[in-house]
């Protein structure tokens, strides 16, 4: 899974960011895995 984590991160993000900055779109990648157990409930609730 690192490793997967690793190319969004070299990649994919970049890519994702210099398009949406063009835009003037703000752009945040977010992982889930490293936020607290409150915030993890709270976005949870969130998709539903």
């Known amino acids: ?3 997967e984590r690793d190319y ?3 990649k994919i993000f970049p890519s ?3 398009y949406c900055e ?4 703000s ?3 977010l ?3 490293t936020l607290p ?3 993890k409930t709270f976005v ?3 998709e539903e």
Request: glycine share 0%; aromatic share 4%.
């Open 1 to 3: 899974m690192q490793a």
């Open 8 to 10: 969004l991160v070299m």
């Open 16 to 18: 994702i960011r210099r």
């Open 22 to 25: 063009e835009r003037d779109i």
């Open 27 to 29: 752009f945040v990648e």
């Open 31 to 33: 992982d889930l895995r």
């Open 37 to 39: 157990k409150k915030q």
């Open 44 to 46: 949870k609730a969130l």
